[in-house]
């Protein structure tokens, strides 16, 4: 922007190698402009001449920590590079007053940077591993580098079989467990590209690149921040795998303290459910497999039985259907455990009643349902189910439609239930009287 492009000196980034510095504050900039003078409670953007905090770019989140000078602290949230010379620092004054000229100490959270080295490195050995599963097609398509976690966009056209998300997340592992050495190196791009490092596709480098090595497993491009060595990044655990675009998936995984509390969490749950299902913990993949068929086969045996039940039900409301014009009707109000099993006893019904109407409801967690069915040869006759539910229906305070031979209905108030069934022998009747 334009207040960026006035700030005329530019910041000499030292944070590869420090992360504490001394510094001059170049410009204060406030949501108005430039600041001579900050003040406690004031959201700015710090200017340095020099700095030791990353500003968030390919990937890897900005820095944070405090900037202090002998009358104030400006408590840093976040780092920004609107330019490759120009580092932001957004924080909010938290102590005392701070002036542009002041001399000022710089200081990064060095445990927050030390996380986001892990996961970054951590990339870097997720991307060979994946060419190395994968094939040589795939390509890094976006990252998230964060102190918490890490996401890694890559190209391929199909999902990752299990198997094989497996295979790399064990070559990472095995890479991390190698503690191999992380080196990094200035040269020409030429030089850089012609010694096998990675170029991102999309990426616009420069004449001087820097690149980060992993022993002889990793080479690529890149200005971000890396541990010394791999042994530092911990465990590293794929939490989820992904389709985010066409041809372009995503991984999210853990490294360091947040992959150990997951592990552990779920070491607790395995083992707590091993102790419910009274089985040791490596046998519970096995226990739920049998209670899961055994579950299914309750609810074969449960549905079984319903129909049973549906069908005696049937036989005693075929024996209540009244006359109507030549027609047997039944109006019922049954009671059902969901609308499943209103349309399985509406079915058995029209079965045993074999020519009529049929409207059923029920009440299901304090909501009124109507189910009518109407046989073909009745319906020939003008009589239509979806006639009589619409009429049933503004009894409940509801709505309904459907074919001919088969309507529905729900509604709000199941006070009108009973009423909306004693109206169907009206409705079949005036279905007559206008044929």
Request: aromatic share 4%; charged share 25%; proline share 3%.
């Amino acid at each position: 922007s334009d207040l960026y492009a006035s700030v005329k000196s530019r910041t000499e980034f030292l944070g590869y190698e420090l992360e504490v510095a001394e510094a001059s504050i170049v410009a204060i900039l406030g949501i108005d402009g430039v600041l001579d003078v900050a003040e406690a409670g004031q959201q700015v953007e710090i200017v340095l001449d020099r700095t030791p905090f990353y500003g968030e770019s390919g990937g890897q989140l900005g820095d944070s920590g405090p900037i202090r000078t002998e009358t104030g602290v400006v408590d840093i949230d976040d780092t920004r590079r609107p330019a490759p010379d120009l580092y932001v620092h957004r924080g909010t004054v938290t102590e005392g007053f701070v002036s542009g000229g002041d001399e000022a100490t710089a200081k990064i959270d060095g445990a927050r940077r030390q996380e986001i080295r892990r996961n970054h490195t951590a990339t870097h050995l997720l991307h060979k591993a994946l060419r190395l599963v994968l094939g040589d097609e795939v390509h890094q398509a976006g990252s998230l580098v964060a102190p918490d976690r890490l996401r890694f966009d890559f190209t391929t056209m199909d999902a990752i079989a299990p198997d094989r998300l497996r295979a790399i997340t064990e070559i990472v592992n095995n890479e991390i467990l190698a503690d191999r050495p992380v080196v990094t190196e200035v040269s020409s791009y030429t030089d850089a590209v012609a010694a096998g490092a990675m170029a991102l596709f999309g990426e616009k480098y420069g004449e001087t690149v820097r690149m980060v090595q992993i022993d002889d497993f990793s080479r690529e491009l890149c200005g971000g921040t890396h541990v010394r060595h791999t042994g530092e990044i911990g465990p590293f655990l794929i939490t989820s795998e992904g389709s985010v675009a066409s041809g372009v998936r995503r991984i999210e995984a853990l490294t360091g303290i947040p992959a150990v509390d997951r592990m552990l969490g779920q070491q607790r749950l395995v083992e707590d459910l091993g102790r419910e299902l009274r089985v040791n913990w490596t046998d519970v993949p096995v226990q739920v497999r049998a209670l899961q068929e055994r579950t299914r086969a309750q609810e074969r045996e449960i549905e079984r039985l319903r129909g049973q039940v549906a069908g005696v039900r049937s036989g005693d409301l075929v024996s209540q259907a009244k006359d109507v014009e030549g027609v047997r009707v039944v109006a019922a109000r049954v009671s059902v455990e969901d609308k499943g099993g209103l349309r399985q006893l509406g079915d058995r019904l029209r079965d045993s009643l074999q020519s009529g109407v049929i409207v059923l409801g029920t009440v299901v967690d304090d909501k009124p349902s109507l189910l009518a069915m109407v046989t073909p040869d009745v319906a020939g006759r003008g009589v239509r189910a979806g006639d009589i539910i619409r009429a049933a229906a503004t009894h409940i305070d509801g709505r309904g439609g459907g074919r001919p031979e088969l309507a529905e209905a729900g509604g709000k108030d199941a006070s009108g239930l009973d009423a909306a069934l004693a109206s169907v022998e009206g409705a079949v009747r005036a279905a007559f009287a206008n044929v």
